[in-house]
């Protein structure tokens, strides 16, 4: 059964994440909100490393909703081609983009209902976009912040949603650092295969379940 942190022990992993985390940001690149809610679609099972390499040559082609609302999508598929899923990716971005010149103006919608209509948008999408554009105050979970959150004891929970809403329960507050930190934490630190339990992790004597995944 998993052990689960007190109280006392989510306090201190808070203060720990927002003191060496507090100005992280997304390692996305992007100059607009256009170009993140991209970004962040092509990051869905890619890494920001990949999607970095890719939207240059994507955005000077398409550098707004108008001009990818007007694509054609096996040149879009060319440009995302080294991506993950990058058929399906094309044509959402471009049903995406379709949308937002049809039903606001050609400005992308900063409200969480109204993002999750576009085509290739969720939840998660939605909240890293928020989080990172507005600070606002929401978790987004993904493979990282998951791993981290069952590693601490923050959940237990089998699905993503459900954890989601354990760590909103958890933190209550300043969740846009805590989602940035816990992504930069997992992706460097307590990554999946090999975590650097002994020599970088700063949350050493917090953690619930080291051994066994130092095991695995």
Do not use: W
């Not at 007190?6 to 996305?28: G, M, N, P, S, V």
């Not at 991506?83 to 971005?93: D, I």
């Not at 993904?142 to 237990?156: I, N, P, Q």
């Amino acid at each position: 059964m998993a052990i689960l942190a007190t109280k006392e022990e989510i306090e201190e992993i808070k203060r720990r994440f927002i003191e060496r985390y507090r100005d992280a940001k997304t390692e996305l690149h992007y100059k607009n909100l256009y170009e993140l809610l991209v970004s962040v679609m092509l990051s869905a099972q890619c890494t920001d490393k990949r999607v970095n390499l890719i939207t240059p040559a994507l955005f000077a082609k398409y550098p707004s909703p108008k001009e990818l609302a007007e694509a054609n999508i096996d040149e879009v598929k060319e440009l995302i081609k080294t991506c993950s899923f990058f058929n399906n990716k094309a044509e959402n971005l471009i049903k995406m983009a379709k949308s937002v010149m049809e039903n606001y103006d050609g400005e992308i919608p900063l409200d969480e209902k109204e993002l999750v209509k576009l085509a290739g948008v969720g939840q998660k999408t939605a909240h890293v976009v928020m989080i990172e554009y507005t600070h606002a105050n929401l978790m987004a979970v993904d493979t990282h912040v998951f791993r981290v959150a069952h590693r601490l004891g923050l959940s237990d929970a089998k699905t993503v949603k459900k954890t989601e809403e354990d760590l909103v329960k958890a933190f209550k507050d300043n969740l846009y650092i805590l989602h940035q930190a816990m992504v930069l934490f997992g992706r460097y630190i307590c990554t999946a295969k090999n975590p650097k339990c002994d020599t970088e992790c700063f949350m050493t004597d917090l953690c619930k379940t080291k051994e066994s995944f130092k095991a695995g």
